[in-house]
């Protein structure tokens, strides 16, 4: 006799509720629900530190047939805090893979939902915007309706949130330059993937990721060539001594290069602000114009808020750093993908450069940074 499935259900801080079948571990798990829109690349995906505090649904309806294995993962765990998919893979079919996605989500218990109509939410947020959900299976699925809306409303706003701590490393790890050596490189890890790290050292960079409470003397006592802040989760206006650093990094004149997390913060340390997006950008497959080259670039992105600054010509750092320019622009929305400084060596793009996995037509701009650090050098001289 064939086993019943688990029925789980998804609640919407609105009440709209979607029934389905349980997948991965059972139980309540409560998050922001977001969508991705890559249809390749789960395993990065989920092991991006990015999503922390994010319930994250895959627009792309077959998930999970070439299975997990151990050289794909981008940090140490898997960091969503549930997963939507519509339609999982019974079987796995890849010469690489020691597990099953379910198997993998059981393991570290990550909450999740299959056999739902993940179109039909993606077209709901989309319309009414990125929101509070729980995902309820096992017999926490059998709770009153009200009752599981309550417990999703009572779930804290990702607007306002701080979540560097949860994601960050506790004591420093070096990784070891790779060629040419060209300095002592302080990364701020506020949600680090394995592939930036990879590719920082494989420019020549001796990286030292840093937990997020490193203060200015612990970055100036690596004797750094250049300060580097990475992707992470929450709200860059929770993250007020993060920017307090980085305009220390930059009043010390050393060259800095953000992304993602890192270039909203490096927003609001030249003095602009940031804003929540109504459902963000997530997924692989992001158009986005590099103004200085003209060139239309596919980008991996994850981020749910962004800089507000004007995107045509040079105007003045509120905060005395003196010209800037927006860099990169996204083509769906017209929204900030990149700050430049003109007056001293920093620049950040919104989007995800080492793209794991994705596209590489941003990688370029890890050896835009080898060389702005280079020349600093020799300037410095």
Not at 231 to 254: F, I, K, T, Y
Not at 301 to 328: I, Q, R, T
Request: net charge negative; aromatic share 6%.
């Amino acid at each position: 006799m064939i086993a019943l499935p688990e029925s789980a259900v998804l609640v919407l801080e609105d009440g709209t509720r979607y029934t389905g079948r349980a997948y991965g571990a059972r139980g309540t798990t409560l998050g922001e629900v977001v969508f991705s829109t890559g249809m390749s690349g789960y395993q990065e995906t989920i092991t991006d530190p990015s999503y922390a505090g994010q319930i994250v649904l895959q627009t792309a309806p077959h998930i999970g047939n070439t299975g997990m294995n151990d050289e794909d993962p981008e940090s140490r765990r898997i960091w969503v805090a549930g997963y939507i998919v519509r339609d999982p893979s019974r079987v796995v079919s890849n010469w690489r893979a020691n597990a099953s996605l379910d198997d993998v989500l059981v393991q570290d218990g990550i909450v999740g939902i299959s056999g739902i109509d993940t179109r039909a939410i993606t077209r709901h947020i989309r319309s009414a915007g990125s929101m509070r959900g729980g995902i309820f299976s096992g017999a926490d699925a059998a709770l009153d309706a009200e009752e599981q809306v309550r417990i999703v409303r009572e779930a804290p706003q990702m607007a306002g949130q701080n979540l560097s701590a949860e994601v960050s490393v506790d004591a420093v790890t070096i990784t070891t330059a790779l060629g040419e050596r060209v300095g002592n490189l302080a990364v701020l890890d506020l949600g680090v993937k394995q592939a930036t790290i990879d590719n920082l050292a494989s420019r020549g960079f001796v990286v030292h990721v840093m937990p997020q409470t490193s203060t200015i003397d612990d970055i100036r006592a690596i004797d750094p060539v250049a300060v580097f802040y990475s992707n992470g989760p929450g709200d860059p206006a929770a993250s007020g001594d993060h920017v307090e650093l980085l305009r220390a990094v930059l009043d010390d004149g050393l060259p800095f290069f953000g992304i993602c997390f890192g270039n909203q913060l490096l927003g609001r340390a030249l003095g602009l602000g940031t804003y929540k997006l109504p459902f963000g950008h997530r997924g692989i497959n992001q158009p986005v114009l590099d103004k200085s080259t003209g060139r239309v670039e596919i980008t991996a992105h994850n981020h749910g808020f962004a800089v507000d600054a004007p995107l045509d010509g040079a105007f003045d750092s509120p905060n005395g750093y003196g010209k800037v320019e927006v860099s990169h622009v996204g083509l769906n929305d017209n929204v900030v993908e990149g700050l430049r400084a003109l007056d001293i060596p920093a620049f950040s793009v919104q989007y995800h450069p080492e793209a794991a996995a994705g596209p590489h037509d941003a990688n370029y701009l890890f050896d835009r940074f080898r060389d702005l650090v280079i020349a600093s050098q020799k300037d410095a001289k």
